[in-house]
């Protein structure tokens, strides 16, 4: 199979579909890899990388997009990119279709088979594509969350850490999956106060072992929501339902109990986001301020660090992408895991979750195929 690797075209983006080293392993399957120039320096890979691995270097996204059979990204595509797909094309990347109907539409009118990251499961019904990132955005929204606490920052001034006879920040983490339990390990290892609302009884167990009994956890419940808000220096959002827009815990109403520079930070505003009054930013410009409280809501939060995120990231897509250019779309059938990742093929919507946010009708995906 030809495989294309455009270069990322979203505000700060500077992750890479595909890293040299998981190249290599498509050459080596037999498929050919064209390579966008320069689409691997944000992430400190040359064109020169690509060559060695025996990819090649295309001149321009257009070539790349009109010449493959796969393209493998990092973010959902673009407009201009959406419109250069086409029928039977398949598109391997992240795609959060539920709160982005433009995006839905314009895939819809590709006819490709697009494949998102964020729904592919595994037999544990985890999301082996979703988890690296999550990792990542975590622990970047602990850093990112203290350093916004700083003055001139915007933040009401304090020392996330705290210092002695000073208490350090109180951090609360929404959710307690992969991204809540990395920004509470995080934090707690930066010094802050952490407490967590969850759902999952048996996850609040395990992030107790886990920590020794210096997070707090707490059943979530409007009433603790609430209580801990009045509380809280910081709060990390880190709900996820998989496909579908994240539910609102914090509403508008809810910054008046707050105090007066503390910080929200929405790691879910890639599905819409978990507070009322959440709106993506950019790196460039991440932070606005409703009602005194400082909001973080950039959408790619992992590109900050490209090159651990894109090398974190082919580690898990690398078995799941050579498997569809190894077989196409016959790996769905073979992978029931691989084939939840399935979201639009030949112009229809085959995720339930992102049909419902959307108002849409949902298409059974072998119903689909045996159409084509």
């Known amino acids: 199979m030809r495989v294309g690797v455009p270069k990322e075209i979203k505000k700060n983006e500077h992750r890479v579909g595909l890293t040299p080293t998981a190249a290599r392993e498509y050459v080596a399957h037999g498929h050919s890899v064209s390579v966008e120039q320069g689409a691997g320096l944000g992430a400190g890979f040359t064109d020169g990388d690509y060559k060695k691995a025996g990819a090649t270097i295309a001149p321009n996204a257009a070539t790349v997009f009109a010449e493959n059979d796969m393209i493998v990204k990092v973010k959902e595509p673009q407009k201009v990119e959406w419109e250069r797909l086409r029928e039977g094309q398949i598109l391997f990347t992240y795609l959060h279709l539920a709160p982005d109907p433009e995006q839905t539409k314009g895939l819809i009118a590709s006819k490709c ?16 594509l979703l988890a690296p990132m999550s990792e990542v955005a975590g622990r970047i929204a602990v850093f990112s969350a203290a350093e916004t606490l700083l003055k001139h920052n915007g933040g009401m001034g304090l020392l996330f850490c705290g210092v002695p006879g000073v208490a350090p920040a109180r951090v609360l983490v929404l959710g307690g999956g992969v991204v809540g339990m990395n920004a509470a390990r995080m934090a707690m290892g930066l010094g802050a106060e952490v407490v967590v609302l969850e759902r999952s009884i048996p996850r609040m167990r395990e992030i107790d072992e886990l920590t020794g009994g210096r997070v707090i956890t707490r059943f979530s419940s409007i009433a603790a929501i609430e209580d801990e808000l009045t509380k809280a220096d910081v709060v990390i959002g880190a709900v996820l ?11 508008r109403e809810h910054l008046k ?23 993506p930013t950019t790196h460039a410009d991440p932070t606005y301020v409703i009602d005194g409280v400082v909001h973080y809501c950039v959408a790619n939060m992992p590109g900050a660090a490209p090159r651990t995120s894109s090398e974190a990231l082919n580690n898990a897509t690398l078995p799941f992408g050579l498997a569809l250019a190894d077989k196409g779309l016959d790996a769905l059938k073979a992978d029931p895991h691989l084939a939840r990742g399935l979201n639009v093929l030949n112009g229809e919507i085959t ?7 959307l108002g849409l009708s949902f298409s059974d995906p072998f119903g689909v195929w045996a159409g084509r």
């Open 113 to 128: 088979a697009a494949v998102a990251y964020e729904t592919v499961t595994d037999a544990r019904g985890g999301l082996p």
């Open 351 to 357: 995720y339930p979750a992102v049909a419902k946010a």
């Open 257 to 279: 109990i707050m105090k007066p520079g503390s910080v929200l930070v929405d790691v879910a505003i890639d599905q819409g986001g978990c507070f009322e009054t959440s709106k």
């Open 241 to 251: 339902v998989p496909g579908a827009e994240a539910p609102t815990l914090v509403k």
